[in-house]
């Protein structure tokens, strides 16, 4: 599989659901309903990974997502890149699950609330376009590695996999890579 493979394959769904979405927001209600299927597709992929023994949470919070996307579609840029602006929406939708479900995390041998601190959609949408901005800069061996495994949330192997890299070269592309935006956003002295 050549690394090509797996950035065509995310850039073909980028360009689908922005093209669905688009037609949608445009009065296509045909096509407005196929961006909503297969978003629902795509958010159930995003939220099994983070909620792997809690199925039955799963399923409530892509519809909590889909009626989100739905009420804040008007606010998407369609200048930027929409996974991001999806991700962003799912994470404070998982986030807001998290916090009234009051899930307890073990840490060092003591339960620990989480507390997610939410801001406003504007924010995330702000810093979603911040960071891609940030990933840009970087090699593909350093910025593709971060997408799939710290963004998309895939593991080492299936990164491998999409990208052709060894697993130790994704390892080590996340931590160049991470290593790479810190001296970027850091102040110069």
């Not at 978003?39 to 099994?48: C, E, I, M, N, P």
Request: proline letters at 3%; hydrophobic letters at 45%.
């Amino acid at each position: 599989m050549e690394r090509t493979d797996g950035k065509a394959a995310l850039d073909a769904r980028e360009a689908r659901l922005r093209t669905l979405l688009q037609n949608g927001l445009a009065g296509d209600g045909g096509e407005y309903r196929a961006f909503l299927e297969a978003l629902a597709s795509h958010l159930r992929q995003f939220l099994r990974r983070r909620l792997r023994n809690r199925a039955d949470d799963v399923e409530d919070l892509v519809q909590e997502c889909l009626i989100a996307v739905h009420d804040k579609r008007h606010t998407y840029d369609i200048a930027q890149p929409l996974t991001p602006w999806l991700h962003a929406i799912a994470r404070y939708k998982l986030a807001d699950h998290f916090r009234r479900s009051r899930i307890q995390v073990a840490t060092d041998d003591v339960d620990v609330e989480i507390d997610l601190l939410a801001g406003s959609a504007e924010d995330a949408t702000d810093a979603s376009r911040d960071v891609a901005k940030l990933l840009a800069r970087l090699p593909p061996r350093q910025r593709l590695p971060i997408v799939h495994v710290k963004l998309e949330g895939l593991t080492v192997a299936q990164t491998a996999a999409l990208t052709g890299m060894s697993a130790s070269a994704v390892k080590v592309g996340i931590h160049r890579g991470l290593k790479a935006l810190a001296a970027l956003v850091r102040p110069r002295r």
